[in-house]
């Protein structure tokens, strides 16, 4: 049983970053694919960025060249770097293998 820990979220003015990570209460080495989604109130779950246990990773369109995920096995941690944020990213933003695990979200919050 993995369980997972989000952090990092808080209050960040619009163009500003964050680093959220994602930390495991075992072994992520055997998960292949990791991911971070997030969820705005009233709409669905969005696939942000994912990466694979061979560090392939894929983005969301709306966030391509903006948002950097990595993963450390080692230390069983994932990671979003987010760059140049916008207000409409406001959300609560989960980790997840997209499957079984799932953290209970961290907030991000982009506002002036």
């Known amino acids: 049983q993995v369980q997972l820990v989000e952090s990092g979220g808080g209050l960040v003015q619009p163009g500003g970053s964050l680093r959220l990570s994602c930390a495991a209460s075992?072994?992520?080495?055997?998960?292949?694919?990791m991911a971070w989604y997030r969820q705005v109130p009233g709409k669905q779950r969005e696939l942000v960025a994912g990466?694979?246990?061979?560090?392939?990773?894929n983005y969301s369109d709306l966030v391509k060249g903006r948002f950097t995920i990595s993963r450390d096995n080692a230390k069983n941690t994932v990671y979003l770097q987010m760059n140049n944020l916008k207000p409409e990213e406001t959300a609560v933003y989960y980790c997840s293998d997209g499957l079984i695990y799932w953290g209970k979200g961290t907030q991000v919050t982009v506002s002036s």
């Open positions: 075992g072994s992520i080495s055997s998960i292949n694919a």
């Open positions: 990466i694979t246990s061979g560090h392939s990773t």
